[in-house]
């Protein structure tokens, strides 16, 4: 305490309130810090929701639910809560982040910083990454009833997709819906200016910027 108490005066109760807080007690009135601690305090737990779909995330036994990119849930600290992830129309739940995982409902014992995130997406997705030791572009992408996705870019160097050559220059490739190269076709005079469209039909439409003369089949 004297230590702590350099060059103040112990027998007045003011300086004393002041030494305890220089020595690492809690001043008068205080919490302890940011974000509560005390036991029993209300603490705000970010919940978040992200990818490609929409769901809602929804407090077991009522009185919270989440449809939006972040909320706080304001619990007193140390209390359990579970919270559910609930898809929207055509969606599936992905899982957990943060200090909940897995598919099933988020049992959670609440701290200061404590944090959960639901992830919602759709059925089929897919994601990988393609592309050469040169700068490459992406310019429009298009996915069909089926699933299959089409994509037209442009190539910065030659390269190879599964199996498949791409040579550098605009291009024109589909992909299965498990996200596997079903095809390719150079298209060297397009210009960068390019939109895909499937038609009602399932047949794909393809409008652009051309240079020179260009033949389409025949």
Known sequence: MSRCAKGWMPGA????????????????????????????????????????????????????????????????????????????????????SGDCTGTGPCTLQVTPVSRVRASFGLPGAWSRAIGSTSGDVANAVVRDASGNVTLVGFMGADTEVDGQAITRGRFLAQFDPAGHLRWTRPLPALSDVARARVLADGALVLAGTFTGAVQFGA
């Open 13 to 96: 109760a003011a300086p004393l309130l002041m030494v305890l807080a220089a020595c690492g007690g809690p001043p008068p009135g205080g919490t302890g810090g940011p974000g509560g601690g005390g036991p029993g305090e209300a603490v705000k737990v970010p919940v978040g929701i992200d990818g490609l779909a929409r769901g809602e995330v929804r407090l077991e036994g009522g009185g919270f639910s989440c449809a939006k990119g972040l909320c706080l849930l304001e619990r007193l600290e140390g209390s359990t809560v579970t919270l559910t992830a609930v898809p929207g129309a055509g969606a599936t739940f992905t899982g957990w």
